[in-house]
Structures are given as structure tokens and as C-alpha cells.
């Protein structure tokens, strides 16, 4: 928040990849994370007005994340996630549909499906995500903006992927994260800040994150969460099914909208359906309402199998 003072240093000079891993998995103290306290707004629906959330997650893969319109209790946003499946619930009309999978599943069909990721992506970008030194294709490369970026490879199913890291230099904890499929598109990023450093788990969590998703199919997915308060290795919700899949009637099974056509995914992202959206007519393209530069937006082209040289340098992204 604007009113904490800054993480404490931890590089008095640029870091090697070990030293950048051991600050990064600081957060390896906290093994569950929640807020009552958390607005977010879908950046990529101008029409949704911002929502109060509630988020809670627990490692590995426990992830809740619940957001409605304070007035209208009931109706609103559900991303969950446990160690067997996912869900994400959405108004449709008056009622809610819930669309799922499984962890598995959906894994090895990541290169045709319309959601790029799975919700528990969003704990990385809230500060919790990882570096491995043995996974590291790039970096560290500290770049013009005074950043040090680090690539890594990220295998699956269907190919390796690549994570692109922007690092603070001198506190060491992750400010965007690139991700990036096997043909070299990007899928998904996000930009942290208003980070605050918590001395009882010695590490450094954002009040703010920025998450863009881009479907293969559909237009992209932009949200902003903001968190006033945490609650560390304490989860604030005493219900045993916190972590448990909805048993919402109105239920779809996204592998079977794997490689469908894009207005399912103008449904689920919450176009009018059979539609494009008239923001972002092209996958890929940026749903963040108010970039702060006009740049290339992301990283150089990063391909999994033959890494094309230096990163490129100078270009601040949000």
C-alpha cells in the first residue's frame, strides 16, 4: 500500500541465479493466503462494475477466489480450484453456469483449449510463484528499466512453455511474469504492485495484480485484483467445502468445448455470445484498459525449442 515503507534490500549488487531464486522462494513460508478484504475489476468488461471479493488458497493447487456486486449477493464470479479439478462460475442471463474440468485433462489438451491456464495460475501471479535455477533457459539479464528478467522453461504435455520473469534488483521478488505457449504465443502475463514485505514470513506480496489471459479462441481476459489486508498461514472461512467444486445445476465440461468455435468463447468471457467483441476483435491483442506504454507489450518472441538470443532490453511493460 501507498502508506508501507519498501521491501527491505537484499542485493547490494546484481544477483546471480541462485541468490535471485533463494529471495524469490521466500514465499515458500506461506502455505495458505486470504483476504476478506479484495475488490476486483474485469478490466476486459467495461460494463461490470467493480466487485467485492473474498479470496482464499492453500498450497499446492486450493484456490477460491469469490466476487459479486456488493447488492446483489449470489451473483458474481467463482474461480476455484483443488488437487483434482478446476471451475469458474459466471452469471448467464438470470442464472449461473459453471464451467470445469480436470487438472489432468485439461492438461494435456492445454493446446486447444479456450482458457490458457488454469485458475490456480493466479497464485504465481500473486506473489507466490517460483524460480527453479535448473529450469532457467535465459538470465538473469539485467535490462535498460533496471529489471533483471529470467526465462525458464515450463514443461507439459503438449510441449514445453516459457516463463519470462521481471525481477525488482535490489528487494528480489517478481514484478510481471510472461507466459508463453510452445508456437511461441503469449497466453497469459501479469503485472504486480504496491508490494509490502511481511517480517513474520520474510517475504514481499503485491496489494495489486493485473492478470491477462488470451484464449486461443475468443477475446482476451483482463482483471484487476486489489487487496487491502492479508490474513498469512490462516485462512479466514471456517467452511469445510471452501475448496470444493459448486454443485451448480447449469454445468459445462470445458473439454468439451476444447478447439470449439470462438463464440464459446465470447460466452465465457462475457461477450454476447456468437459475437466478437468490439474491443478486442483479435486474440492476442491487449484488454488492459489503460496501458502505460503502447509498446510491443510483451517480451521478444521466445521460441521453447531454439531460445533466440538476448531478451529484449528497454521496454518497460504493464
Not at 114 to 124: A, K, N, Q, R
Not at 274 to 281: D, Q
Request: aromatic fraction near 8%.
Amino acid at each position: 500500500m501507498s502508506n508501507t515503507p519498501p521491501p527491505p534490500v537484499v542485493f547490494q549488487e546484481t544477483p546471480d541465479i541462485q541468490a535471485l531464486a533463494a529471495a524469490i522462494n521466500r514465499s515458500d513460508a506461506i502455505r495458505e493466503l486470504s483476504t476478506n478484504s479484495a475488490t476486483v475489476d474485469v478490466l476486459s468488461m467495461s460494463a461490470v462494475p467493480k466487485l467485492s471479493a473474498n479470496m482464499h488458497l492453500q498450497r499446492e493447487r486450493n484456490f477460491r477466489l469469490k466476487a459479486s456486486v456488493p447488492i446483489i449477493m449470489g451473483s458474481g464470479i467463482d474461480l476455484g480450484s483443488n488437487s483434482q479439478e478446476f471451475w469458474f462460475e459466471v452469471p448467464e442471463g438470470m442464472t449461473q453456469t459453471l464451467y470445469h474440468a480436470t487438472h489432468e485433462q485439461y492438461s494435456r489438451n492445454l493446446d486447444r483449449a479456450i482458457l490458457p491456464v488454469d485458475p490456480s495460475w493466479m497464485m504465481e501471479a500473486i506473489g507466490l510463484a517460483r524460480l527453479d535455477p535448473n529450469t532457467v533457459i535465459s538470465g538473469p539479464v539485467t535490462r535498460t528499466d533496471g529489471l533483471i528478467e529470467v526465462r525458464t522453461a515450463v514443461p507439459s504435455a503438449v510441449g514445453t512453455y516459457q516463463r519470462v520473469c521481471f525481477i525488482e534488483p535490489t528487494a528480489g521478488y517478481i514484478t510481471h511474469l510472461f507466459l508463453y505457449s510452445p508456437n511461441q504465443r503469449l497466453v497469459a502475463k501479469s503485472f504486480a504492485s504496491e508490494h509490502e514485505y511481511f517480517a513474520e514470513v520474510d517475504t514481499v506480496l503485491p496489494h495489486q495484480v493485473k492478470i491477462e489471459l488470451f484464449p486461443a479462441t475468443g477475446p482476451p481476459l483482463a482483471l484487476q485484483l486489489s487487496v487491502a489486508t492479508y490474513s498469512i498461514n490462516q485462512l479466514l472461512s471456517g467452511d469445510p467445502q471452501l475448496f470444493a467444486m459448486p454443485a451448480t445445476a447449469n454445468r459445462v465440461d470445458l473439454m468439451q468445448l476444447a478447439g470449439g468455435p470462438a463464440n464459446l468463447g465470447n460466452t465465457v468471457f462475457g461477450a454476447t455470445a456468437g459475437t466478437a467483441s468490439p474491443n478486442y476483435p483479435v486474440a492476442g491483442t491487449s484488454a488492459w484498459s489503460a496501458p502505460t506504454t503502447t509498446a510491443a507489450g510483451t517480451p521478444s518472441a521466445y521460441s521453447a525449442s531454439a531460445p533466440t538470443g538476448p531478451p529484449m532490453r528497454g521496454i518497460r511493460y504493464e
